[in-house]
């Protein structure tokens, strides 16, 4: 059975930093894109930033030069840093990723359980 595990979320003041991770496990053959998403209260989830499998990121423009993503292909694990943190930078951060099982050849998208990120004073 393949998961998405997202740790790193917290509590952290204005202008502080966090790095989320995000394991695929299971038998995985391949992940393709990776990313992660975000939904704050009262609103709709929306992509933050999104890695290929060749390292190609791009960024939601509100994070833009604020927040890197990267990832681990060998570990199938992605990250997310997040810098000059500010209060809207708090949501539910979810990972999600295209990956074929062993034994299939669909390439299918996971969500991870969402870990929260809360940045206050």
């Known amino acids: 059975q393949v998961q998405l595990v997202e740790s790193g979320g917290g509590l952290v003041q204005p202008g502080g930093s966090l790095t989320l991770s995000c394991v695929a496990s299971g038998s995985i053959v391949r992940a393709n894109a990776m990313g992660w998403y975000r939904q704050g209260p009262g609103k709709q989830r929306e992509l933050v930033a999104i890695i290929t499998s060749g390292g190609s990121a791009d960024y939601a423009g509100a994070v833009k030069g604020r927040f890197t993503i990267s990832r681990d292909n060998a570990k199938n694990t992605v990250y997310l840093q997040m810098n000059s943190l500010k209060s809207e930078d708090t949501a539910v951060y979810y990972c999600?990723?295209?990956?074929?099982?062993?034994?299939?050849?669909?390439?299918?998208?996971?969500w991870g359980q969402g870990t929260q990120v809360t940045v206050s004073s």
């Open positions: 999600n990723a295209d990956l074929v099982r062993r034994g299939s050849s669909w390439l299918l998208n996971y």
